[in-house]
Nanobody, 123 residues
Framework: QVRVEESGGGLVQPGGSLRLSCAAS????????MGWYRQAPGKQRELVAT???????NYAGSVKGRFTISRDNAENTVELEMNNLNPEDEAVYYC?????????????????WGQGTQVTISS
């Protein structure tokens, strides 16, 4: 079983910054992709940013230049540094992990989501 836990959401003023953290734990062979998605009320869940095991990043156009994703492969953690936040960034942010688990000679893919952490932008 793979567990995913987020932390770091909260209330911030427009133009402010927040850092989200996520840790994966449990039984798995490795994590290939870690990332963040978000869902605002009445909208579909959307990609924010992902990062591969090798460090390749992918950002939504709306957050490029403002958000930075990073990961620690040894600790199985991923962080999202969010700067210059605006009201359109308000949403529940979900951590996402994808990788392999099971026996090394017969690995199986998995993907898991965290429970989500609320980010609220308000003056």
């Amino acid at each position: 079983q793979v567990r995913v836990e987020e932390s770091g959401g909260g209330l911030v003023q427009p133009g402010g910054s927040l850092r989200l953290s996520c840790a994966a734990s449990g039984s798995f062979l490795g994590i290939t992709v870690m990332g963040w998605y978000r869902q605002a009320p009445g909208k579909q869940r959307e990609l924010v940013a992902t990062i591969s095991h090798g460090g390749t990043t992918n950002y939504a156009g709306s957050v490029k230049g403002r958000f930075t994703i990073s990961r620690d492969n040894a600790e199985n953690t991923v962080e999202l540094e969010m700067n210059n936040l605006n009201p359109e960034d308000e949403a529940v942010y979900y951590c996402y992990v994808r990788g392999l688990r099971g026996q090394r000679d017969a690995p199986r893919p998995y993907e898991n989501w965290g429970q989500g952490t609320q980010v609220t932008i308000s003056s």
